[in-house]
């Protein structure tokens, strides 16, 4: 059998918890896509379906950029909306274009369920070891949460480091590190040993910081490439940065009903894929007093477009302005940035006036 050189497109810096997974629990090569750039964008644009969106484009541009790099299996992990059938029609592009290459479509199983996913697992190594199998995908979810915590530590703070690049310098070490854990208990002591260093940066916080709150689409919060790198423009600007919207908490903390009653009044239903977890967010921050919402979604996706109108309410009842981005494959940094300096300063003096 040929050897498994798995490939994931890149999705912010969650490929480290995925090569992790291919390599110590199915013993298989991982192949890192190289880093995203316009390049890849355009790759995957070409071959795609016009009006389809973003995230499609980049994860096939992806794609073709790690196949290229020598990658033999593909990996879709699926997601709460179209996502989830991206899968078969990535599968039958790559083929059209020629590609001998195999699909495991991790769409397929239930992370809430490890024992759903021995099918796929099965197809990138045959000789597998259940037990194997299930201790790297349970250590790769702690991964992904150890990260998350550790990013939303950098995010409320970076904006105030005293040393520019003190978190750049030490969330890249860390990541790096991260690569080279072999267990849980390696992970866990890496991730703690971390945080108290993390905090030992010195900051300098204003006694009332700007408090921007980040809410929408998963794949265009999560993957800087696709934001434009936003949080990293904001917190250049000096604010504390919030976002709830991450791998663990989309799978391990989202309640539907809990969130629906909460939401009540504003939306009677969900409205598929990160609707209904944008509207709960947005209105949690106009209620703790946030001084903006930023609203990040890709061009054509259909659940964010839903949430706009609720996000104008929110921001109409509570008086919090709402900045809106959709991205497609035309948009550019210099746009990005010019707005978002609008929005700061517009934040700013509504602040300093008191409103
Ligand atoms: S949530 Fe929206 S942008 Fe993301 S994959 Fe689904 S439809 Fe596309």
């Known amino acids: 059998m040929t050897t498994r050189k798995i490939t994931y497109p890149h999705f912010g810096n969650y490929c480290i918890p995925i090569e992790y997974l291919m390599t110590k629990g199915l013993d298989s090569q991982y192949v890192t896509p190289p880093p995203i750039t316009k390049k890849t964008l355009e790759l995957g644009s070409k071959h795609s379906p016009d009006y389809v969106c973003a995230p499609f484009k980049i994860h096939l541009g992806c794609y073709i950029e790690a196949i290229e790099k020598g990658a033999n299996a593909l990996v879709q992990l699926g997601g709460a909306c179209r996502l989830g059938y991206y899968g078969e029609l990535h599968e039958q592009i790559i083929k059209d274009l020629g590609y001998d290459v195999d699909f495991i479509n991790l769409a397929k199983g239930d992370y809430s369920k490890p024992q759903t996913f021995y099918a ?4 990138i190594n045959p000789e597998m070891s259940l037990t194997k199998a299930t201790s790297a995908l349970l250590t790769s979810l702690k991964m992904v949460e150890c990260m998350d915590t550790v990013d939303d530590f950098v995010r409320r703070n970076i904006g105030f480091e005293i040393i520019k690049g003190s978190f750049e310098d030490m969330y890249a070490d860390y990541l790096a590190a991260l690569k080279h854990v072999e267990s849980r208990k390696e992970l866990e002591y890496l991730t703690s040993n971390y945080m108290k260093r993390f905090k030992a940066i010195p900051v300098k916080t204003p006694k009332n910081p700007l408090k921007v709150g980040i809410v929408g689409e998963y794949y265009s919060i999560m993957e800087p490439f696709s934001n434009h790198n936003m949080e990293r423009e904001l917190a250049g600007m000096g604010m504390v940065i919030e976002r709830w919207m991450n791998i663990s908490n989309s799978l391990f ?18 409205m598929g894929a990160t609707s209904m977890s944008t509207i709960e967010r ?24 839903d949430a706009m109108p609720v996000l104008q309410n929110i921001s109409a009842d509570y008086k919090i302005p709402v900045l809106y981005f959709s991205f497609d494959s035309q948009t550019s940094d210099e746009g990005v940035k010019t707005r978002l300096e609008a929005f700061y300063d517009m934040i700013k003096m509504r602040k300093e006036a008191g409103r």
């Not at 796929?120 to 197809?123: L, W």
């Not at 919402?293 to 659940?303: A, M």
């Open 253 to 270: 903390h989202f309640q539907e009903k809990e969130m629906l009653t909460k939401i009540r009044g504003y939306s009677k239903y969900n």
């Open 282 to 305: 947005a209105l949690q921050f106009a209620k703790k007093g946030y001084d903006g919402i930023i609203h990040l979604k890709s061009f054509g996706c259909t659940p964010e477009m």
């Open 120 to 123: 796929e697992f099965k197809k």
